[in-house]
């Protein structure tokens, strides 16, 4: 390409300079055939998007097919002896209709009509894909493909042989002459259904998998408690160590299968603590920053309260580490009296908790007490707990 300009003296020069290379426009059909998926198993859709600064682009979302079947991943299965498919009745973007199809032990057991909530997905609300590679990254501006969201959906109640949650691209479709012979085809009914063989340490991948925290969160919740300067990638650094810690727990552990899969949900659930922590840090400056005038008190008191439930969700989190190291149970130590070998064979033993938090005296039974040793129990002050599935001696109010 030949460029012409003219310099201080208006003599007239020519330059060859290099044609500029324009940005490819990807297409909703584009990324369609990029991925792989029929449009009637998996629907990309693109829709215009304006951003903060006033420029306008392009961003896609992959939505699951009212009317097709989608068989779930082996992965998000809790036995190998069960197959869980589920049927999309209806899609409106926040909510699936589904009815799910439950097949394990020879018996195939159906549920009608169960409404599901459509989550962002595994890869956050924004999310970039690359439709050279086909892979997916959780960053947005890693990938030239924009992606708005991809329908996921919870596997906690779709069947009690799922857990976790699974979208779209990663569901296998069927088409309806495969589900017919699916349901047709139950198996022969076994006793001890086969388990899948435990793998080895060393063919286990341990390397830590870490998910995206928002150091912007973390500097906006800097600035609003001190007037020092946030370092970049502090909140990062230190959400990965605590990965690391993890993932050398599970690898060290007594089934190093179990624990590898406990590792990651703690480096999930982690990562988006500390997002949440900072969000509400974010949200209210402190009174040492923004000064007694005008103060916003009420504000104030619900992000102490949040916080306080932020706390108590970051115990559970970390309580995911003392499964890692015990993965089949905890060890407890049981206080029994002096009994005979007979009574020892036939008591029920419990274990004592003191708790501290709720003022209760807990008794975790190992399985579920006779009636008359429950008569006993409701006699001298114990009640069952729904909430912690335990009996529990209930505080005398003092007089």
């Known amino acids: 390409m030949k460029k012409q300009y003219e310099d201080f003296t208006g003599a007239l020069f020519t330059e060859e300079t290099e044609p500029v290379a ?19 198993h998996v629907k990309i859709t693109s829709h215009a998007w304006t951003n903060y600064d006033g420029t306008k682009s392009t961003v896609f979302r992959a939505a699951f097919v009212p009317g097709t079947s989608y068989r779930i991943p082996a992965n998000c299965l809790k036995s190998a002896a069960a197959d869980v498919v589920f049927t999309v009745l209806s899609n409106n973007g926040k909510t699936v209709k589904i009815d799910s199809f439950e097949k394990y032990n020879g018996e195939i057991k159906t549920e009608t009509g169960k409404r599901k909530p459509v989550c962002s997905g595994s890869h956050g609300i924004w999310c970039s894909y690359d439709p050279e590679t086909n892979k997916f990254s959780g960053s947005q501006s890693k ?10 959906i919870d596997l906690a109640k779709v069947s009690r042989w799922t857990s976790g949650r699974v979208s779209c691209v990663e569901c296998v479709p069927m088409a309806p002459a495969e589900l017919e012979e699916w349901k047709q085809n139950t198996g022969t009914a076994t006793t001890s259904p086969a388990q899948p063989e435990r793998k080895e340490v060393a063919e286990l991948d341990f390397t830590p998998v870490f998910y995206p925290v928002s150091e ?33 727990l599970a690898r060290v552990s007594s089934d190093p299968e179990k624990s590898l899969y406990l590792a990651n949900c703690y480096s999930k659930r982690l990562a988006r603590w500390y997002d949440d922590y900072n969000r509400n840090g974010a949200a209210c400056p402190s009174i040492m920053i923004a000064g007694p005038a005008n103060f916003p008190v009420r504000k104030k008191e619900k992000q102490n309260a949040r916080f306080d439930t932020l706390m108590k969700q970051y115990d559970k989190i970390n309580h995911l580490l003392e499964k890692i190291r015990k993965p089949h149970g905890y060890d407890t130590e049981i206080r029994r009296d002096t009994i005979t070998a007979e009574e020892f064979e036939n008591i029920l033993y419990f274990e004592t908790v003191i708790n501290e938090e709720e003022n209760r005296l807990q008794l975790v039974f190992d399985g579920k007490p006779e009636e008359a040793e429950r008569n006993i129990l409701k006699k001298h002050g114990f009640r069952w707990s ?4 335990i009996f529990a001696l209930l505080p005398r109010l003092c007089r």
């Open 216 to 248: 912007e969160l973390a500097r906006q919740h800097k600035h609003m408690i001190s007037w020092d300067e946030y370092k970049t990638g502090k909140v990062t650094a230190e959400y990965q160590e605590s990965v690391k810690a993890a993932y050398e």
């Open 22 to 40: 324009a940005e490819k426009a990807y297409t909703a059909e584009y990324i369609q055939k990029a991925i792989g998926f029929n449009p009637e």
């Open 143 to 152: 990938y030239p493909v924009e992606f708005i969201q991809i329908d996921t």
């Open 386 to 389: 729904p909430r912690y599935k």
